[in-house]
């Protein structure tokens, strides 16, 4: 499980380093590159925020372990949704860039998210 999570961040590291470099050496506008890192910053929130209720809640009871892994998804949904109502009122970024990258970095992280649930319900009935 915590392997799962250190790929995530490694490859999610490495996203970022390469988005900064295509920002720096002009591939894409100033603008684009900040509207997707911010989008990469409220999705890899989300994404510690996951991890830090799995492996919180892994030992514990299952009534105990539904309410963090599902009551924080629901948590973190709003928060999200909070954070993204928040970029696009008050900072001034591009929106198609901002979405797109939400989007993909969303996706991204919660294909890792299933795959770290379904390791630890199997590691729960072991």
């Given amino acids: 499980m915590e392997k799962k999570i250190r790929i995530a961040l490694i490859i999610s590291a490495f996203l970022v380093f390469l988005l900064i470099f295509l920002g720096a050496a002009k591939f894409i506008s100033f603008k684009s590159a900040a509207s997707i890192l911010i989008s990469s910053g409220i999705a890899l929130a989300n994404f510690l925020l996951f991890s830090f209720s799995v ?20 948590g973190r949904l709003f928060l999200v949704l909070l954070l993204v109502f928040l970029t696009l009122f008050y900072l001034k970024v591009d929106q198609y860039a901002f979405i797109f990258g939400l989007l993909i970095w969303y996706v991204f992280l919660l294909i890792f998210e299933i795959g770290i649930v379904k390791d630890s319900l199997i590691k729960r009935k072991n």
């Fill in 55 to 74: 492996i919180f809640s892994v030992n514990k009871s299952n009534k105990i372990f539904l309410k963090l892994v599902l009551g924080g998804m629901v």
